[in-house]
């Protein structure tokens, strides 16, 4: 990447702000190779980080006209550092949900030899989240998976903190009535 000088960055930023789509592809075309070599050598994972510099520059399209930037590189991998962190909090909480599932599988055998292995279950969990309406989906996955706030999600989606809440809630409920009917047919 070649620095933007400072005057050229303040201007796109303005000029993106108005909604100049030649501005977005010169913001994109002067920072996502930088930023996805730099997802690469965070995440080790090429698609992960594709991902990630990807969901970066929709965000910055869908919010361009009420962003604040100052300094476009400072935001643009600041926004990368906190997708890269919410990225490995998810896989963290992902792997003790799997290990403590494996732990009181294998403490249990005898009592759980009925029930589906783990990544059945896992498939169930799926199933049942893909079975809701697809706003309460992006909800769910937005708290439960990449842990964002109720207020964050609120803003992300433009609704309110009580129907952020209302999906949450609603999905919860359906996942374990889903679960609780598949046992029930096994």
């Known amino acids: 990447m070649t620095p933007l000088a400072p005057e050229k960055s303040i201007d796109l930023v303005e000029r993106l702000k108005r909604g100049d789509k030649l501005a977005y592809e010169q913001i994109y075309f002067s920072f996502s190779k930088a930023l996805l070599i730099t997802a690469y050598r ?3 994972d090429k698609v992960v980080a594709e991902e990630l510099v990807q969901n970066i520059f929709i965000s910055l399209w869908e919010k361009h006209a009420e962003l604040e930037i100052n300094n476009l590189s400072a935001w643009l991998f600041g926004a990368l550092k906190l997708s890269v962190l919410n990225h490995i909090r998810s896989l963290v909480s992902a792997n003790k949900y799997m290990e403590y599932q494996t732990l009181t599988y294998s403490e249990h055998h005898e009592e759980t030899s009925n029930l589906v292995d783990l990544h059945d ?3 169930i969990i799926e199933k049942s989240i893909n079975s809701l309406p697809e706003k309460t989906q992006e909800v769910f996955r937005l708290s439960r998976y990449q842990h964002h706030s109720t207020k964050d999600i609120s803003a992300e989606l433009n609704i309110s903190e009580k129907a ?12 374990k009535e889903y679960i609780k009917n598949f046992y029930i047919f096994l």
């Open 42 to 44: 965070k995440t080790g």
């Open 121 to 123: 279950l896992t498939s």
């Open 164 to 175: 952020v809440e209302y999906h949450i809630t609603r999905s919860i409920k359906r996942i």
